[in-house]
């Protein structure tokens, strides 16, 4: 069985910042990638960031410049460094692991959310 906890949201004012964390732990034989997701209501779910152990990263057009992904292997944790925030950033991020159960075995896993919400 494998655990995500996520924490860091928060209600922000514009041109504020945030940092978001997500751990991983469990059954986990190696990661492929971690990474950052959001969902308005009435929307789809999008890719915000990820990054793959090795440090590759990959972000949204929409927040390139403005957040950071970083990660801690040794804690199979990762960061969302969110800076000069926009109203429109207000969604529930959800942390996704990309991951191997076992050899052969690849499975992805959702965490429960955490609220982003940028107002005055």
């Known amino acids: 069985q494998v655990q995500l906890v996520e924490s860091g949201g928060g209600l922000v004012q514009p041109g504020g910042s945030l940092r978001l964390s997500c751990a991983a732990s469990?059954?986990?034989?190696?990661?492929?990638?971690m990474g950052w997701y959001r969902q308005d209501p009435g929307k789809q779910r999008e890719l915000v960031a990820t990054?793959?152990?090795?440090?590759?990263?990959n972000y949204a057009d929409s927040v390139l410049g403005r957040f950071t992904i970083s990660n801690d292997n040794a804690k199979n944790t990762v960061y969302l460094q969110m800076s000069t925030l926009k109203p429109e950033d207000t969604a529930v991020y959800y942390c996704?692991?990309?991951?191997?159960?076992?050899?052969?075995?690849?499975?992805?896993?959702w965490g429960k959310g955490t609220l982003v919400t940028v107002s005055s």
């Open positions: 996704k692991l990309d991951y191997y159960r076992a050899y052969g075995v690849r499975m992805n896993f």
């Open positions: 469990g059954s986990i034989f190696s990661i492929v990638a």
């Open positions: 990054i793959t152990p090795d440090g590759r990263r």
